[in-house]
């Protein structure tokens, strides 16, 4: 079993969508989630870093933690298509190294 | 705003040859990565420095790897004999602590020949 897992999409919306993006995860012991986002050929961007269970909300962006179901989403209000890009969930490892664990990316774009 | 920088952007080599990839890392941070991701795949993780020293690696990490911080500002990813499947994107990242944000640089594309 993949440790993050990630519909890769891709996912197109009209503008002002709501978006909702998931990933799940298989390890109970993982405590500390991200969100990133990546335009083609370039680095990831931290959009979003939650930890344990509950909601984290940026502007458009909202987090969702979910621990007993082993499930994180990122919501984007009133979408952009600036925000056309893929979007990356992320956790760290159980070392204590700093090792980021990604899922496999959902691609967006969203549509004027 | 400070930021992870990488050189070259894209370097092309053949079979068999040896490549150093370089980072500056941002000048106050203590924890040093490298990740790297497949065309098409998920960025996958490398390994993780701190303290001068490795403090994790992944399976991909074998023997042809090696990092080094040589100095007070960079951070490099050798490959002594690269192979075909070598060919991807290569990141470097740091932060500030263990479980603080990764700044990630704007990648390395690798092509081996």
């Known amino acids: 079993q993949k440790e993050v897992e990630q519909d890769p999409g891709p996912l197109s919306v009209p503008e002002g969508a709501i978006v909702s993006l998931n990933c799940t995860y298989s390890n109970s012991a993982f405590q500390y989630f991200m969100w990133y986002r990546q335009y083609s050929r370039k680095g990831p961007e931290l959009l979003m870093y939650?930890?344990?269970?509950g909601n984290k909300e940026d502007g458009r962006f909202t987090a969702q933690v979910d621990k007993s179901s082993k499930y994180i989403s990122l919501f984007i209000r009133d979408s952009q298509p600036s925000d056309s890009a893929t979007y990356l969930c992320?956790?760290?490892?159980?070392?204590?190294?700093?090792?980021?664990?990604f899922g496999q990316g959902t691609t967006l774009q969203v549509k004027p | 705003e400070p930021e992870v920088t990488q050189t070259p952007s894209h370097q092309v080599t053949q079979m068999g040859q040896e490549v150093i990839l370089r980072c500056v890392p941002i000048?106050?941070?203590?924890?040093f990565y490298w990740y790297r991701q497949i065309l098409g795949q998920k960025v996958e993780f490398l390994v993780s420095?701190?303290?001068?020293?490795?403090?994790?690696k992944s399976e991909i990490f074998d023997d042809q790897f090696s990092v080094e911080r040589p100095d007070g500002s960079n951070f490099t990813l050798k490959i002594r004999s690269t192979k075909l499947e070598d060919s991807a994107m290569y990141f470097c990242a740091s932060s500030v602590g263990v479980y603080n944000e990764q700044f990630f640089g704007p990648g390395t594309r690798l092509t081996v020949l």
């Open positions: 000048s106050n941070h203590l924890y």
């Open positions: 939650t930890y344990s269970s």
């Open positions: 992320a956790t760290h490892g159980s070392g204590n190294t700093g090792k980021l664990i």
């Open positions: 420095f701190y303290n001068n020293e490795i403090s994790e």
